[in-house]
């Protein structure tokens, strides 16, 4: 899947990424996706806890529609659909990995998550 091209104009890399993953639930739904690839929605919802229904679906169409998660619908009764990440998705997860590290290391004094 082709990322969707974002309006305005960026003034860096660090701009770009932020309007991808900007907000308080994206980062937390790319964390959950990398502990558990092939994820239901009920399972992600588990996993970032505080999250409602509405939110975490309007955040998976955004983040899919940026080329960082996969969404695989099967036809089956019951359905299903598992959501994963993209090559692009597993790679900015492992880009804010330092950035969590940071936040241990400075703001919750080196406690681990």
């Not at 975490?56 to 089956?76: F, K, P, S, T």
């Not at 990440?85 to 900015?92: C, D, F, I, N, W």
């Amino acid at each position: 899947m082709a990322t969707v091209p974002r309006p305005g104009a960026y003034v860096c890399g660090i701009d770009a990424a932020m309007d991808v993953i900007g907000g308080k639930w994206k980062v937390l739904i790319l964390w959950a996706l990398a502990d558990r690839p092939h994820c239901r929605f009920g399972e992600l919802r588990r996993q970032v806890p505080g999250i409602t229904e509405k939110v975490l679906a309007a955040h998976l169409r955004e983040l899919e529609a940026d080329g960082i998660v996969h969404r695989e619908a099967y036809d089956e009764v019951p359905p299903r659909v598992e959501y994963s990440l993209t090559e692009p998705g597993r790679e900015l997860n492992a880009a804010l990995g330092p950035l969590g590290a940071w936040g241990r290391q400075h703001v919750l004094g080196g406690a681990q998550r």
